[in-house]
């Protein structure tokens, strides 16, 4: 699996810094999903190997326009690209209206349909693309969500021992037999991919969360979870400063929690635009990655625009590219 951070600033852009868009795909596959698209999204993606026309579903996890400014954009986009596909999202209701009256005024239009859900009632699972995705209630001045990410195809190993057993010679047949189908062999005896196929190993799963100033709320949510993204929008000294009104989390809080629940890996974003990238500055990211560090033992990471982070099959996440 792997996650694409297309924008990390909180509330505007920066100089090095895009507000908030993610992408979550399979690893090597052309099939992705959008996690919100704040206004410039489309600009970012063009630095990227990911494609409208492949693009399965797009989760919007709240109103605020730093999470949504660019989804009229990028559907007329999706357009102009030849898309065909019904497009899924799945966002907060009014969502739907925003987008209906950008298109209204402007005149726009796509040649795909777009097929809207909205997820302020919404409980049950819902598949898009190569994942099974749940969402969960957040902490915000609006309505805001996390969504959880769970792969669906989890290949199997071939039993070598078992192969031999059965007498299946090397070559296409064991290729059949790790598709799931059964296989006759050249005495007529046939072989059923069961009997030759290890357990699945457990499914990866990634939790990425809104705008939230409780990060406890995803207790249930990250239960199995390799990786949860959310966002650190303060330190707890700033956070003290401004108030509880702006209800974002500070890095403290999100550590803690991410170190309570035992969760491997921890990719922190949404980074207020008073933390400059240079550590030379009196608030700078440094401040937000060292007050995590001193809460998280985890693997941690603070996201950078067009950072590629890669989950391996036994739950470790690196980055691999900018």
């Known amino acids: 699996m792997e996650l694409v951070f297309l924008g990390t600033s909180a509330g505007a852009p920066t100089k090095t810094r895009n507000v908030t868009g993610l992408a979550v795909r399979r690893a090597g596959s052309r099939s992705w999903c959008l996690v919100d698209c704040g206004e410039g999204t489309q600009h970012r993606i063009l630095h990227t190997n990911l494609s409208l026309r492949s693009l399965d579903a797009i989760c919007i996890t709240h109103v605020h326009g730093?999470?949504?400014?660019?989804?009229?954009?990028?559907?007329?986009?999706?357009?102009?690209?030849?898309?065909?596909?019904?497009?899924?999202?799945?966002?907060?209701?009014?969502?739907?209206?925003?987008?209906?009256?950008?298109?209204?005024?402007?005149?726009?239009?796509?040649?795909?349909?777009?097929?809207?859900?909205?997820?302020?009632?919404?409980?049950?699972?819902?598949?898009?693309?190569?994942?099974?995705?749940?969402?969960?209630?957040?902490?915000?001045?609006?309505?805001?969500?996390?969504?959880?990410?769970?792969?669906?195809?989890?290949?199997?190993?071939?039993?070598?021992?078992?192969?031999?057993?059965?007498?299946?010679?090397?070559?296409?047949?064991?290729?059949?037999?790790?598709?799931?189908?059964?296989?006759?062999?050249?005495?007529?005896?046939?072989?059923?991919?069961?009997?030759?196929?290890?357990p699945a190993r457990r499914a990866r799963k990634i939790v990425v969360g809104g705008d939230n100033d409780q990060p406890a709320l995803l207790a249930d949510a990250c239960c199995g979870a390799d990786v949860l993204v959310h966002e650190a929008t303060f330190t707890a000294e700033i956070s003290e400063k401004v108030g509880p009104s702006p209800q974002h989390s500070d890095a403290r809080s999100v550590a803690q929690f991410a170190g309570a629940a035992a969760l491997p890996n921890l990719v922190l974003t949404h980074f207020s635009a008073r933390f400059q990238d240079d550590v030379s500055k009196p608030s700078s990211i440094a401040d937000i990655e060292a007050e995590a560090r001193a809460s998280y033992e985890g693997r941690l990471f603070l996201a950078r625009d067009l950072d590629v982070y890669r989950l391996d099959k036994d739950g470790a996440l690196e980055p691999i590219s900018k």
């Open 66 to 198: 730093d999470h949504c400014f660019g989804l009229p954009g990028l559907l007329d986009s999706a357009g102009m690209q030849g898309r065909t596909e019904p497009l899924a999202i799945y966002a907060p209701q009014p969502i739907a209206q925003f987008i209906a009256a950008a298109r209204e005024a402007s005149g726009s239009w796509a040649p795909f349909p777009i097929v809207f859900h909205p997820v302020e009632h919404r409980e049950d699972e819902f598949a898009a693309g190569e994942f099974i995705i749940s969402r969960h209630a957040l902490s915000h001045r609006v309505p805001s969500f996390a969504y959880a990410f769970r792969e669906t195809a989890v290949e199997r190993k071939l039993d070598m021992e078992a192969l031999k057993a059965r007498g299946v010679p090397a070559g296409p047949l064991w290729k059949t037999l790790q598709s799931g189908t059964g296989v006759t062999l050249d005495d007529g005896s046939t072989v059923q991919a069961e009997d030759v196929l290890l």
